[in-house]
T-cell receptor, first 110, second 114 residues
Framework: GDSVTQMEGPVTLSEEAFLTINCTYT??????LFWYVQYPGEGLQLLLK?????DKGSNKGFEATYRKETTSFHLEKGSVQVSDSAVYFC?????????FGSGTKLNVKP | NAGVMQNPRHLVRRRGQEARLRCSPM?????VYWYRQLPEEGLKFMVYLQKENIIDESGMPKERFSAEFPKEGPSILRIQQVVRGDSAAYFCASSALEGVETQYFGPGTRLLVL
């Protein structure tokens, strides 16, 4: 069945460091892929998405490229800020539902 | 345009009581999804509803859990005779159309069973 696997956290970085959070998926066909962000005590907010192979989603300095050959959708940011501290979820859109990874907590220190 | 609204935001119940969680989708959205997030885990799909219809309940536990989305009013997720293992964050999402790409999430209800 469809599933998403993402790297375990927490990930701790200094401000302005480069961020990579790995995400791989298993799915029938080529589903749309998403990154959501969850700040403490809040719901999930859509960060970016890609709907087909080789598409790059981007938002607020974050990027992720849909790689069909490696079934991956890694999240990257060139220079993180303290305000980026949150939990990041990779997800794929299946039939009638989303499948989420277990989340990666990011801590950014000043 | 208000987002997805859920209430209560926090709910405390003793074992054996009932929990009722409410979700009002975004204006113009007629598709509602419920997800459960256990501590330190990702979200797991529970049920997908349209107005007055359950479309997919493949993620719902077979007992004690039920969901509805009436013609008027919010969607309700009902948990009867709660147990400690039901303690989790319950998120509702909505979308405008069937098959539309993006689901928009509410802030969640955090249920604690004592």
């Amino acid at each position: 069945g469809d599933s998403v696997t993402q790297m375990e956290g927490p990930v701790t970085l200094s401000e302005e460091a480069f961020l990579t959070i790995n995400c791989t998926y298993t799915a029938t066909g080529y589903p749309s892929l998403f990154w959501y962000v969850q700040y403490p005590g809040e719901g999930l907010q859509l960060l970016l998405k890609a709907t087909k192979a080789d598409d790059k989603g981007s938002n607020k300095g974050f990027e992720a490229t849909y790689r069909k050959e490696t079934t991956s959708f890694h999240l990257e940011k060139g220079s993180v800020q303290v305000s980026d501290s949150a939990v990041y979820f990779c997800a794929l859109r299946g039939f009638n539902k989303f499948y989420f990874g277990s989340g990666t907590k990011l801590n950014v220190k000043p | 345009n208000a987002g997805v609204m859920q209430n209560p935001r926090h709910l405390v119940r003793r074992r054996g009581q009932e929990a009722r969680l409410r979700c009002s989708p975004m204006k113009g959205h007629s598709h509602v999804y419920w997800y459960r997030q256990l501590p330190e885990e990702g979200l797991k799909f529970m049920v997908y509803l349209q107005k007055e219809n359950i479309i997919d309940e493949s993620g719902m536990p077979k007992e004690r859990f039920s969901a509805e989305f009436p013609k008027e009013g919010p969607s309700i997720l009902r948990i009867q005779q709660v147990v400690r293992g039901d303690s989790a964050a319950y998120f509702c999402a909505s979308s405008a159309l069937e098959g539309v790409e993006t689901q928009y999430f509410g802030p969640g209800t955090r249920l604690l069973v004592l």
